[in-house]
């Protein structure tokens, strides 16, 4: 370059000036959009634990710390996300929706698992995931593989679940289905059975 | 104008930035398994390049050399930023498709590139148009090579969850269209297919 090199003071403030109205700019999209990504969450959760539990009214967060703890502590390496109580229309507690963070093959997977009082799968949805698409998403997308659940008998144990047909050449991201079913099954023996819900 | 539509045309052809400039590649490989997500990632991308490329040629004055790379880059991130809350805000089922490809696009060497190569050295008018014919020489070629591999690899085609075509159920899909070694192979050909385009337009243009 021909020209004389820049004052240190300048190339200081021309970059520091970019980074503030970079800052400005993000800040204010963050402020128009901020309700609508919470409200788009939302509603994306309620979808999903109406898909895991048809048969609910409405849902109402767990959020007794003790409770979540233990749950989090018999899920394993999967992560509870919350833990939704589900009533019918009479207001009579009729189960649970159980949103957990599971391992596929791209990050977490996030699963909504609906059980009734006894234990029994009611249901299993998927809110979000970044499983390969054409590959894990055929895990991901697939009803027939999600409604395989919904048979599994009350009070299922581990070797169940491992019985359930994956999908050939997404074995990762079919087990990340069944480990946040596993999961599931787990919190409902060692917490949600026991009333401390 | 005659200028701005060479510049234009330059970004779909001789100076196409997959096939010969080939900078962006990763990116596009693992995104064109699917139309839908292809086409959505163009939209995206030409809307960050275009946006990006002309606040740089608008600023190119003071912009000290020096620093010139920090500063594309804060203006890209911003760009994507912007772009990746919109989507969520108000097309989570675009959003859900594309989610985790949306921050690369600011690592694509496409949007740097065009930046360093391009809108730093030119007026905002032919960044625009530079924008524009990269950016949409760009969304061609991601979207012919994902529609080959969506339809060959899964069986059918999908566009919003519609199915667009589908092929006999006898139909076996290869699996490795999907994966990168099936990319690799169809990208060859789609490059060698359009080289021959390229020699056709350079010997009409003498």
Not at chain 1, 33 to 51: C, H, P, V
Not at chain 1, 88 to 98: A, C, P, Q, R, V
Request: glycine letters at 10%; hydrophobic letters at 50%; one cysteine or more.
């Amino acid at each position: 370059m021909t020209h004389a090199p820049t004052k240190p003071i300048t190339l200081i403030m021309s970059v520091v000036v970019t980074c503030l109205v970079a800052a400005a700019g993000l800040a204010a999209t963050y402020a128009v959009t901020a309700d609508r990504i919470a409200e788009q969450d939302r509603l994306a959760q309620e979808k999903s634990l109406k898909a895991a539990m048809p048969d609910a009214a409405s849902f109402e967060q767990v959020t007794d710390e003790d409770a979540l703890a233990a749950a989090e502590a018999s899920a394993g390496d999967v992560k509870v996300n919350g833990i939704f109580t589900a009533f019918d229309e009479s207001g009579d507690e009729m189960g649970w929706g159980l949103r957990v963070g599971s391992r596929g093959y791209g990050g977490y997977a996030q699963l909504v698992i609906g059980l009734d009082t006894s234990g029994k799968v009611t249901g299993v949805s998927v809110l979000s995931h970044a499983e390969t698409p054409g590959l894990g998403t055929k895990v991901m997308d697939s009803v027939e593989f999600l409604a395989q659940f919904s048979e599994l008998p009350e009070a299922f144990t581990v070797a169940d679940v491992k019985a359930v047909d994956s999908i050939s050449g997404a074995t990762k991201s079919s087990r990340a289905v069944k480990n946040g079913v596993t999961a599931a099954g787990a919190v409902y023996a060692d917490v949600l059975s026991k009333g401390g819900e | 104008m005659r200028e701005w539509i060479r510049v234009f045309k330059d970004g779909l052809s001789i100076e196409n930035p997959l096939t010969v400039l080939m900078i962006g590649l990763c990116a596009t490989l693992a995104v064109s398994t699917q139309l839908q997500g292809s086409f959505f990632m163009g939209i995206a991308v030409i809307f960050v390049l275009v946006m990006s490329n002309v606040l740089i040629s608008m600023f190119r004055k003071f912009i000290p050399d020096e620093v010139r790379i920090p500063i594309f880059i804060v203006i890209i991130a911003a760009f994507v930023t912007i772009v990746d809350l919109f989507m969520k805000a108000f097309f989570p089922p675009i959003y859900a498709i594309l989610g985790i490809w949306i921050p690369l696009i600011v690592v694509n060497c496409i949007i740097l590139g065009r930046a360093e190569a391009f809108a730093y050295t030119n007026t905002v008018w032919l960044s625009i148009a530079d924008g524009f014919g990269m950016g949409l020489g760009y969304t061609i070629l991601i979207v012919v090579l994902a529609t080959f591999r969506e339809l060959f690899g899964t069986g059918k085609l999908m566009f919003l969850g519609a199915t667009l075509i589908s092929l006999p159920s006898g139909y076996k899909p290869p699996g490795i269209l999907m994966l990168f070694p099936g990319a690799f192979i169809l990208f060859g050909l789609l490059q060698a297919l359009s080289r021959k385009y390229n020699e056709h337009v350079t010997r009409k243009a003498r």
